[in-house]
Structure formats: structure tokens, C-alpha cells
């Protein structure tokens, strides 16, 4: 059993930034590639960023130079630093972690960026 969960979450007013985590922890063997992704209100969910176990990362180049991805192996969390927020950014934001051959979801965390 694999338990992912994000954090960081909440209301910010436009302009502003927020870090959001993501815990992976239970029965993970090896933790290759964790990721954020984003589901707005009437939208599908889409890719915000990737990272993988040696650090390389990929990202929508719509939110390059404003969100930066990051992870912490020894504990198995992943970071999310997002800067300059917009209304449109707001959504809710799912953590993914995979551990082969299995992908595992977070419940996801509230961001809302209203003035």
C-alpha cells in the first residue's frame, strides 16, 4: 500500500506564491518519477511538471519560469514552488508518484487565486 499526500494548498491573491508538498510514503520499492498536475473547475487534469529520481524535470511551457519542481529522495516528497500566481492557476493540484509498474495519486490540494 502506497499513501500520497499533497499539502500547501489555500487562497492567495494574484501576484502572490505558495509551496505545495507531496508525501509518498508505505510500500514504495523504488520511487522513479513523481509529478504535479492540475485540474481546473469544467477542465481535464493536465501536466504542470515532472521530476525524475536524478533531478531532470519537465514542465508545461506555459508555467516555465514561474513554477519550479523539486524532490527530496531521502523522503520521498516532492515540491512544488509556484510565484507569481494568476486567477487562472487556480485549481486543484494532484500529486502522482510511480513506483513501478504502478502509478499512485494524491487526493489533491486546493489552490485559489482571487484577490
Known amino acids: 500500500q502506497v499513501r500520497v499526500v499533497e499539502s500547501g494548498g489555500g487562497l492567495v491573491q494574484p501576484g502572490g506564491s505558495l509551496r505545495l508538498s507531496c508525501a509518498a510514503s508505505?510500500?514504495?520499492?523504488?520511487?522513479?518519477?513523481m509529478g504535479w498536475y492540475r485540474q481546473a473547475p469544467g477542465k481535464q487534469r493536465e501536466l504542470v511538471a515532472i521530476?525524475?529520481?536524478?533531478?531532470?524535470?519537465i514542465y508545461t511551457d506555459s508555467l516555465k519560469g514561474r513554477f519550479t519542481i523539486s524532490r527530496d529522495n531521502a523522503k520521498n516528497t516532492v515540491y512544488l514552488q509556484m510565484n507569481t500566481l494568476k486567477p487562472e492557476d487556480t485549481a486543484v493540484y494532484y500529486c502522482?508518484?510511480?513506483?513501478?509498474?504502478?502509478?499512485?495519486w494524491g487526493r489533491g490540494t486546493q489552490v485559489t487565486v482571487s484577490s
Open positions: 508505505g510500500s514504495i520499492f523504488s520511487l522513479n518519477v
Open positions: 521530476i525524475a529520481r536524478d533531478g531532470s524535470t
Open positions: 502522482k508518484a510511480h513506483s513501478p509498474p504502478n502509478d499512485y
